[in-house]
């Protein structure tokens, strides 16, 4: 797994972490080097969305799945600048095909860069880049990390920062 790739799919787990909705989670390494996924649970959990004080379920629910799809390109191309590395919109464009056509599924075509500029602003609240670099990590060292080893990296007593679940990210 490439840094690039661990750092792409760990924004996908902590923000879906971060919704609260999307459980089971589990980065998998096992295939090429430069492919990996990021596995959650995409049931409609439209009565925890509720409880959490959402307005209309249903359309939280879809911006909520469209800022984890744009997740893992803003993380990747925030991982490249903290890295000094070059930037490449059309290279971190094609790493995200796959998130991108998730995004016009669950909002329609043309809302891609709005949500990514709303990832953004997620990403800079405090503690979600510390998530995000330390899952990041943990699957360049492992390879690979189940859902109860995710629980532990974003839950420990040695973390030096809070992710409650259940945020609702609109």
Same mark, same amino acid.
């Given at each position: 797994?490439?840094?690039?790739?661990?750092?792409?799919?760990a924004?996908?787990?902590?923000?879906?972490?971060?919704?609260?909705?999307?459980?089971?989670? *589990?980065?998998?390494?096992?295939?090429?080097?430069?492919?990996?996924?990021?596995?959650?649970? %995409?049931?409609?959990?439209?009565?925890?969305?509720?409880?959490?004080?959402?307005?209309? #379920?249903?359309?939280d629910?879809?911006?909520?799945?469209?800022?984890?799809?744009?997740?893992?390109?803003?993380?990747?191309? %925030?991982? %490249?600048?903290?890295?000094?590395?070059? $930037?490449?919109?059309?290279?971190?464009?094609?790493?995200?095909?796959?998130?991108?056509?998730?995004?016009?599924?669950?909002?329609?075509?043309? %809302?891609?860069?709005?949500?990514c500029? *709303? #990832?953004?602003?997620?990403?800079?609240?405090?503690?979600?880049?510390?998530?995000?670099?330390? $899952?990041a990590? #943990?699957?360049?060292?492992?390879?690979?990390?189940?859902? &109860?080893?995710?629980?532990?990296?974003?839950? &420990?007593?040695?973390v030096?920062?809070?992710l409650?679940?259940?945020?609702?990210?609109?």
């Open positions: 797994m490439t840094p690039d790739t661990a750092y792409h799919e924004g996908h787990i902590v923000f879906a972490h971060l919704t609260g909705i999307c459980i089971a989670v *589990k980065l998998t390494g096992e295939h090429t080097a430069t492919q990996a996924a990021a596995i959650y649970d %995409r049931r409609h959990d439209l009565a925890a969305a509720r409880a959490r004080g959402a307005g209309n #379920a249903e359309i629910y879809a911006l909520e799945e469209a800022i984890i799809a744009a997740a893992g390109y803003v993380a990747q191309e %925030r991982y %490249r600048q903290c890295a000094g590395a070059t $930037v490449s919109e059309d290279e971190l464009f094609r790493d995200a095909h796959g998130d991108v056509l998730a995004v016009r599924a669950a909002l329609g075509p043309l %809302r891609w860069f709005e949500v500029d *709303k #990832a953004r602003s997620y990403l800079a609240q405090p503690g979600v880049w510390q998530a995000i670099e330390r $899952v990590e #943990a699957a360049l060292q492992r390879g690979a990390l189940s859902e &109860s080893q995710l629980d532990a990296l974003l839950h &420990s007593a040695d030096d920062f809070d409650p679940t259940g945020t609702v990210l609109r």
